[in-house]
T-cell receptor, first 114, second 113 residues
Framework: AQSVTQLDSQVPVFEEAPVELRCNYSSSVSVYLFWYVQYPNQGLQLLLKYLSGSTLVESINGFEAEFNKSQTSFHLRKPSVHISDTAEYFC????????????FGKGTSLLVTP | DAGVTQSPTHLIKTRGQHVTLRCSPISGHKSVSWYQQVLGQGPQFIFQYYEKEERGRGNFPDRFSARQFPNYSSELNVNALLLGDSALYLCASSSDRGNSPLHFGNGTRLTVT
């Protein structure tokens, strides 16, 4: 079975500063990796995904994540955050042979202040 | 296009009762998955249905059951409710049973008293 560890439960950061949200996973088989964002009282929205190919994936709102197989990591980064990025961020792993059962981390709360 | 819709949005039940939660997937999506999100935690996988058949089940007791209808909508049923069943129940749809991204609804907030 795979597990997902999000190393920081809360990350406070000032507006326009860079941020990194860390995610490590463990799995013995090929995996698919995702970052989802959850705003208060809403469901999860897909931020970006790694399925195969280039290990650096980008979202339309400036976030990027890099799949590092040797370190089993998929850290999320943004060079300059906005107040509107305040939300809960979840890293998730799916196995290539499990259909579509995602295993989520416990989440990282990103709080952006002026 | 409408997204994934879930009903009701909020629900309060008493211990021992049963509950039915409903989900309509995005048009054209044949796979529906259910997740339980306890406050302060990440979502936990409960079920996946694809083409009206159960394709996966998480580590939940038999009190939890689900089904998918010919129009691909789905119901999640929970019997003999416990206080610990209080959570946000999320439904997600995808176009296939593989690695297509999940599209989540806004969830049903279940409170068991």
């Amino acid at each position: 079975a795979q597990s997902v560890t999000q190393l920081d439960s809360q990350v406070p950061v000032f507006e326009e500063a860079p941020v990194e949200l860390r995610c490590n996973y463990s799995s013995s088989v090929s995996v698919y990796l995702f970052w989802y964002v959850q705003y208060p009282n809403q469901g999860l929205q897909l931020l970006l995904k790694y399925l195969s190919g280039s290990t650096l994936v980008e979202s339309i709102n400036g976030f990027e994540a890099e799949f590092n197989k040797s370190q089993t990591s998929f850290h999320l980064r943004k060079p300059s955050v906005h107040i509107s990025d305040t939300a809960e961020y979840f890293c998730a792993v799916g196995r290539s042979n499990s259909g579509y059962a995602l295993n989520f981390g416990k989440g990282t709360s990103l709080l952006v202040t002026p | 296009d409408a997204g994934v819709t879930q009903s009701p949005t909020h629900l309060i039940k008493t211990r021992g009762q049963h509950v039915t939660l409903r989900c309509s997937p995005i048009s054209g999506h044949k796979s529906v998955s259910w997740y339980q999100q306890v406050l302060g935690q990440g979502p936990q996988f409960i079920f996946q249905y694809y083409e009206k058949e159960e394709r996966g089940r998480g580590n939940f007791p038999d009190r939890f059951s689900a089904r998918q209808f010919p129009n691909y909508s789905s119901e999640l049923n929970v019997n003999a409710l416990l206080l610990g069943d209080s959570a946000l129940y999320l439904c997600a749809s995808s176009s296939d049973r593989g690695n297509s991204p999940l599209h989540f609804g806004n969830g049903t907030r279940l409170t068991v008293t």
